[in-house]
């Protein structure tokens, strides 16, 4: 079941949307998108996090900027106006944005009051920042971009976290990939995976880099990792 939520914050507000899961009252995830926007892909991972028992809630955080903005990576024009709402994204409103939503998460009715965050790509960097910074009861970041230039706030991140990183990356390159990892590696509720010869955005739905085995294998370990920290045992 899907409805949006609208959320206000002290410069406006914003919606988001939301997959419900069959079984309520449920943990929330607030799941952060790539340069794209709240599109295909996006509604997909929140769909299926919602199949998994969550409230899956994905804000639109290009609302400053470009509000509703929806593209895919399948033509060069849409990559294009990626990196460029990318360049103009200011990181710090974003992170208050996802606190925000964490806020309106965790008060929705049908919510435990357990809020995890998952991101991918620009996504999977603001899933690193909001670790560190506002305290997620679990964060997953895929292939968080520039996530080395911001390693500094590594000592701050007491979240459960796991990064997922391709080892081919186009935009991660290795030796930024070994900052990240040596700044995480003694942290130690935070896990570093890598999967070998996979290049940037592999578990992107429909994606042109989509690599379905590395897909389901880094999804396994975010889920069985969620399972953890955000369901009651």
Not at 83 to 89: I, K, P, S, V
Not at 109 to 122: F, I, R
Request: charged content about 20%; aromatic content about 8%; proline content about 6%.
């Amino acid at each position: 079941m899907h409805s949006p939520l609208r959320i206000t914050t002290a410069d406006g507000s914003f919606n988001a949307y939301v997959a419900r899961p069959q079984k309520l009252p449920a943990p929330a995830i607030v799941v952060v998108h790539e340069v794209f926007g709240v599109n295909a892909d996006m509604r997909q991972s929140c769909d299926e996090l919602a199949a998994q028992g969550y409230l899956a809630i994905c804000p639109a955080l290009f609302w400053r900027i470009s509000p509703g903005i929806e593209l895919t990576d399948r033509t060069e024009a849409e990559r294009a106006q990626g990196l460029a709402l990318y360049n103009a994204f200011d990181l710090d409103a974003g992170v208050n944005d996802i606190a925000a939503t964490l806020q309106a998460a965790r008060a929705m009715p049908d919510a435990t009051g357990k809020v995890g965050v998952v991101g991918y790509c620009l996504g999977g960097l603001l899933a690193f920042l909001t670790a560190a910074r506002v305290g997620p009861d679990a964060a997953v970041a895929y292939y968080p971009g520039n996530a080395d230039k911001h390693v500094r706030e590594a000592d701050r991140i007491a979240s459960p976290l796991i990064v997922h990183l391709a080892e081919k990356d186009e935009y991660i390159p290795a030796d930024a990939q070994r900052e990240i990892s040596s700044a995480l590696k003694e942290r130690p509720q935070v896990q570093v995976y890598s999967y070998p010869d996979r290049g940037h955005a592999f578990a992107r739905h429909r994606g042109i880099a989509y690599d379905a085995q590395a897909a389901a294998l880094a999804n396994g370990r975010t889920a069985d990792f969620l399972a953890l920290h955000l369901q009651p045992h």
